[in-house]
């Protein structure tokens, strides 16, 4: 299909080099756009002379021209000028996680949501497995997509964790796909709620008579999923889960009983056996980043939820603890909705502390005191995640919990959440070390 093809790649992340390591493969003619690619052209690619790379502020302008195909990744905007004038000249465009679809020979089982997508993901993955299935995680998080291919048989099942970057212009659905709660999220990048809402809408639009929508049944929104395919709808609601599931679990949250209730319901689904969804439910601790027990010291807890890139993780994170609290808050304004958070915040009593950090620092403080919030507010603007850290031991009683849970993009300050939460599990250690 694209032996000899002239092919754009737009975006050198981990995608883009499965895509181009793939289609080289298919002796494809690849170009590879990327503003920040500069010297990372040899990263193991060959042949060579089959490969190229633009690079620059103005990557793209006026560049899209004569290829066959172009490929975006997740992190490129679906609607950029360049994209759709290239398509008004009739080139295709696709994604990685079209191009998985369409040669994917095994089923597919779709996660989306706005948050809770990668612990659901994972926990299927870990039931199916358990259950000697052939089955692969991947999409955000797990294996590159395209690199699973050789690997993949008829029996095969991969779990794919879909954003609404991967899903925004999907014109297929998966065998069974999985709607967690949905609120507003990425404002950043869609140019609105209902773009992005209708990006999520198609994880589930394609779906055939023969397929499973599993719909959390507790929120409008995820509910309204029902009207827009035509296969067998399964609702679940965190109301419904067994008792003997909530006991035995090691996830912190009640949060966590929505994921637990979705993971649970495709087991189900699949005839997975009582036995070991029972057994993997008591030994499941989660993912990093996520509400994750980073270490105890001088009686204090530290957990990393920097996963927390929005104001709903952060809400049901607070609302996981009882022990007097003190919260690391703030970073790159998104242009979210804060004041059912900051209201929220009010009414804790064991929210003792909160430190405000980053970009949005001075915005959340005011929001909290017009809230009502009565307890201590520390603005620590963008100073060291060790800084943040020390003043967080310091304000925290015996008995307490330390939260990151910054309901906001890292970008004003780290490379992703994740360099975010590694900065603060290190500060935890330095400080332990330290004796402080």
């Given amino acids: 299909m694209f032996k000899g093809k002239k092919v754009a790649i737009l975006g050198l992340g981990l995608e883009g080099r499965d895509l181009a390591m793939y289609l080289l493969g298919e002796n494809a003619l690849i170009t590879i756009f990327d503003e920040k690619a500069e010297g990372q052209i040899d990263f193991g690619l060959v042949p060579k002379k089959n490969i190229s790379i633009k690079c620059g502020k103005n990557y793209l302008k006026g560049k899209l021209t004569n290829f066959d195909y172009i490929f975006r990744s997740p992190g490129v905007y679906r609607y950029l000028p360049e994209i759709i004038d290239a398509e008004k000249r009739e080139v295709k465009i696709l994604s990685a996680t079209k191009l998985f679809f369409e040669r994917c020979p095994g089923r597919i089982i779709g996660v989306t949501g706005t948050k809770g997508k990668g612990t659901t993901a994972t926990l299927i993955y870990e039931t199916l497995k358990s259950a000697g299935k052939d089955v692969y995680l991947a999409g955000n998080i797990g294996s590159p997509l395209l690199e699973l291919l050789p690997k993949l048989k008829k029996e095969s099942w991969v779990i794919l964790e879909l954003s609404s970057f991967q899903l925004i212009d999907l014109s297929v659905s998966p065998h069974i796909a999985v709607v967690l709660n949905i609120t507003q999220d990425h404002l950043d990048w869609h140019k609105s709620v209902n773009e992005y809402v209708e990006a999520k809408k198609n994880i589930v639009k394609f779906q055939k008579e023969g397929d499973f929508a599993v719909i959390n049944e507790d929120y409008a929104l995820p509910k309204s999923f029902s009207k827009e395919t035509k296969c067998k709808i399964v609702f679940y609601s965190k109301s419904g ?91 790159y304004d998104k242009g979210l909705n804060y004041k059912g958070l900051a209201k929220l915040a009010a009414k804790k009593n064991n929210l003792k502390n909160i430190i405000l950090i980053g970009d949005l620092s001075d915005k959340l403080g005011k929001m909290l005191i017009d809230a009502g919030y009565k307890g201590n507010i520390v603005n620590m603007g963008k100073q060291s995640m060790l800084e943040i850290v020390k003043k967080a031991c310091f304000l925290t009683p015996k008995g307490g919990v330390i939260l990151l849970s910054p309901a906001a993009a890292s970008f004003d300050m780290f490379h992703d959440y994740k360099e975010r939460g590694k900065k603060f599990k290190a500060a935890f250690l330095q400080l332990n070390k330290n004796g402080q």
Avoid: C, M
């Fill in 241 to 331: 889960l067994p008792e003997k599931y909530k006991s035995i679990l090691l996830l912190k949250g009640e949060h966590n009983w929505e994921n637990v209730a979705a993971a649970t319901t495709v087991a189900k689904i699949l005839d997975i056996k009582e036995s070991i969804i029972l057994r993997v439910l008591s030994t499941f601790k989660g993912l990093e980043h996520r509400l994750e027990l980073v270490g105890e010291a001088s009686g204090i807890k530290y957990y990393n939820d920097s996963f927390a890139t929005g104001p709903q993780p952060a809400s049901a994170a607070l609302n996981s603890f009882l022990e007097p609290l003190t919260l690391i808050l703030g970073g």
